[in-house]
C-alpha cells in the first residue's frame, strides 16, 4: 500500500545530543512537509520541499535541518539548538501546489 | 492571522449525523476549504475539500454558503471512530507551498 512511513514512533534523546527523524514516502509525491505539533496545539511547519535537492524554512525552522537527497525520503535532524525539542513530529507530502497533504503517524520526541 | 473560526469542542451521539461549522469571512476568491481531522496520536487525515460548489464522498459531505463566508462539515452517521479533532482550513492553489495553516481545531467527541 502506498503511504508515507514515519520512524521511530518514540525517541528519546539526551540534552546536546542532535537526532535525526526518518520520512519515507512511496506516494511519487513531489513536495514534503515537517511540522512539529504541541499538546493542545495545531501544526506548525518547520521545513518544507518542492522538488529533490531543495528545501525552503517553514515558520519554526529555527534548530531544525533537512534534506532531500531522494524523491522519497525527507529526514529532518533536531540539532542540539532547539531548546524546546518535545514535541509530536509529523511529516507530510502531496502531488502539488493546492493538493491534499498526506500525513504519516508521527514520531513523538521526549528528551532525557 | 487566523483565517478560519471553530468551536473549540462539540459532543454528537452515535448513528445521528454531525455537523461542523467553520466561519472564514475573509476568504479569497481563489481559495478552496478543506477539512482534515486527527484521531489522539496519530497523524492527520484528509477529508474533503472544496471551492464554491458542495461536495460529497464516503466520508463526508461539503456545504459551502453561497458568499463562501462560512462552511459545513457533514458526518452523515458518526460512530465513536469519529472522535477526533476536525481542523478547518482555507489555502489558495498559488500559496507558498507549505502553507496549510492548521489551527486548534474542534474537538469532536462521539458518544455511544
Known amino acids: 500500500d502506498g503511504g508515507i512511513t514515519q520512524s521511530p514512533k518514540y525517541l528519546f534523546r539526551k540534552e546536546g545530543q542532535n537526532v535525526t527523524l526518518s520520512c519515507e514516502q512511496n506516494?511519487?509525491?513531489?513536495?514534503m512537509y515537517w511540522y512539529r505539533q504541541d499538546p493542545g496545539q495545531g501544526l506548525r511547519l518547520i521545513y518544507y520541499?518542492?522538488?529533490?535537492?531543495?528545501?525552503q524554512k517553514g515558520d519554526i525552522a529555527e534548530g531544525y535541518s533537512v534534506s532531500r537527497e531522494k524523491k522519497e525520503s525527507f529526514p529532518l535532524t533536531v540539532t542540539s539548538a532547539q531548546k524546546n525539542p518535545t514535541a509530536f513530529y509529523l511529516c507530510?507530502?502531496?502531488?502539488?501546489?493546492?493538493?491534499?497533504?498526506?500525513f504519516g503517524d508521527g514520531t513523538r520526541l521526549s528528551i532525557l | 492571522d487566523a483565517k478560519t473560526t471553530q468551536p473549540p469542542s462539540m459532543d454528537c451521539a452515535e448513528g445521528r449525523a454531525a455537523n461542523l461549522p467553520c466561519n472564514h469571512s475573509?476568504?479569497?476568491?481563489?481559495?478552496?476549504v478543506y477539512w482534515y481531522r486527527q484521531i489522539h496520536s496519530q497523524g492527520p487525515q484528509y477529508i474533503i475539500h472544496?471551492?464554491?460548489n458542495n461536495e460529497t464522498n464516503e466520508m463526508a459531505s461539503l456545504i459551502i454558503t453561497e458568499d463562501r463566508k462560512s462552511s459545513t462539515l457533514i458526518l452523515p452517521h458518526a460512530t465513536l471512530r469519529d472522535t477526533a479533532v476536525y481542523y478547518c482550513?482555507?489555502?489558495?492553489?498559488?500559496?507558498?507551498?507549505?502553507?496549510?495553516?492548521f489551527g486548534a481545531g474542534t474537538q469532536v467527541v462521539v458518544t455511544p
Open positions: 507530510a507530502s502531496s502531488t502539488g501546489v493546492g493538493q491534499p497533504q498526506h
Open positions: 506516494l511519487n509525491h513531489d513536495a
Open positions: 520541499s518542492q522538488i529533490v535537492n531543495d528545501f
Open positions: 475573509t476568504i479569497s476568491g481563489n481559495e478552496y
Open positions: 472544496g471551492l464554491k
Open positions: 482550513i482555507v489555502r489558495a492553489p498559488t500559496d507558498s507551498w507549505g502553507k496549510f495553516q
